[in-house]
């Protein structure tokens, strides 16, 4: 797809999933640092680039995930190498406190998080938010629409998308 396209004409964000962390203590048994390093220069050489734009920890669950001291170095080292443009984290699950944590660590460049109507913690969400952009994090969201029905099982009443777009813009 991107062989014959100029570099600068598209913009590549990856990721290795943290998901399976549902314990901040399972860290150490789960993805080493080489491990990190391992699936970093997989997804350069799968997509045959000298550069990933955006690199995630993705599926991040607990704030000592993306704050792991081996993890950082490996990104740090990278980026510095100029491999990886922009550090990120993906967040489905305690988003305030993540988007907090990742924002005062100064290694991160981005947080991409679920963000709708529907979360519980919306109003949390909405404030780490103003905080990170405050301080010059990049922000991202997903999950806007909030799945296609209100009642999943069922699949009858359809969720307005548009509304549900306009609410996550304007929030």
Sequence with gaps: VFKNRPRDSYVIGTSIGMWQ?????QIKNKISAQTLRDYIEGSLER???DSIDIYYLGGVQ???IALYEPYLK?????????KLKFLGVTTHTNEPEIIKAVTDC??????LTAHNFRKNNREEIKEAIAYAAGKGM????????AGIYWDRRQKKRMI????????????
Excluded at 138 to 145: C, D, F, L, R, V
Excluded at 160 to 167: E, F, I
Aim: no cysteine; aromatic share 8%; charged share 35%.
């Design 21 to 25: 962390f549902r314990k901040a203590e």
């Design 160 to 171: 307005n998308m548009k509304a549900a777009l306009k609410w996550a813009l304007l929030d």
């Design 74 to 82: 490996v990104l740090k080292e990278y980026k510095e190498a100029g």
């Design 47 to 49: 997509l045959a680039l």
């Design 138 to 145: 990049g922000i991202a969201a997903m999950k806007t629409q």
């Design 106 to 111: 100064d290694v991160y460049d981005v947080v």
């Design 62 to 64: 607990h704030k000592e």
